[in-house]
């Protein structure tokens, strides 16, 4: 028999719960290395993975898993697979800088069924499921109705290894005057959670990963916002790579903006 959505959710939370305890656990007490320059892996990643991905195997041992630090795309090609995100903000977290968070999604086939992005130190829950809406702390949430640039926050994750000319820069330097607001958190997983429950009013990335983004697109969505890659249709989690995340209102504005100098 086929787990309900509700199931889905339930299991989302108990598993990203399960990893935060380890980031919590592991606070000022971890080894660190580099991956590449700029980006780093701790023992709180690892930890906060094996972690959530103990609790997904309990529930679900034939389901596919993809998580940051075992990043095998072809798990996406399983009937069921969940996509992780231990650790959200890993140099924030090495800097004990307070924005971080644990991701948990579930996607059948492609389709987001069910996600969950945990904020350990604030102890906030951003959940959804598929037609059931999206919530914080069991709380609705619900996009802005912000429609114009002039009147928005607007967040933006940058890759490692930017480079001055990078698209990502080009586009911050063009869209900040535009804005109320630009904000950089350094947690893609946390921006998309803000965007659902109206922290934010968008936000985009130039390149994004699956496990960024699952959990936090399909809040979104739920929340009446949309999210579209570069070309303007419905962002898919198996071509990850660019993203505009937006109230309804906001969203084809940024969009057109981030194409005309070049995304």
Partial sequence: MEPTVEQLLSVCEAAARAGAEEL?????????REKSPADFVTDADLASQRAVFNVLREAFPDHGLLGEESPQPSELDKDYCWVVDPLDGTTNYVHQFPCYATSVAVARRGELLAGVVLDPLRNECFAAA???GATLNGEPLRVTDAA???????AVSFPYGMTHDSPDLVSFVDIAPRCQAVRRTGSAALNLAYVACGRLDAHWACEINPWDAAAGVLLIREAGGTVSGCDGRPFVLAEADYLTA???GLHEELLERLLAVGR
Avoid: I, K
Wanted: charged share 0%; no cysteine.
């Fill in 24 to 32: 919590l656990a592991h606070v000022g007490q971890f080894g660190v």
């Fill in 130 to 132: 598929a037609g059931q």
């Fill in 148 to 154: 114009n640039l002039q009147s928005a926050m607007v």
């Fill in 246 to 248: 937006a109230t309804p």
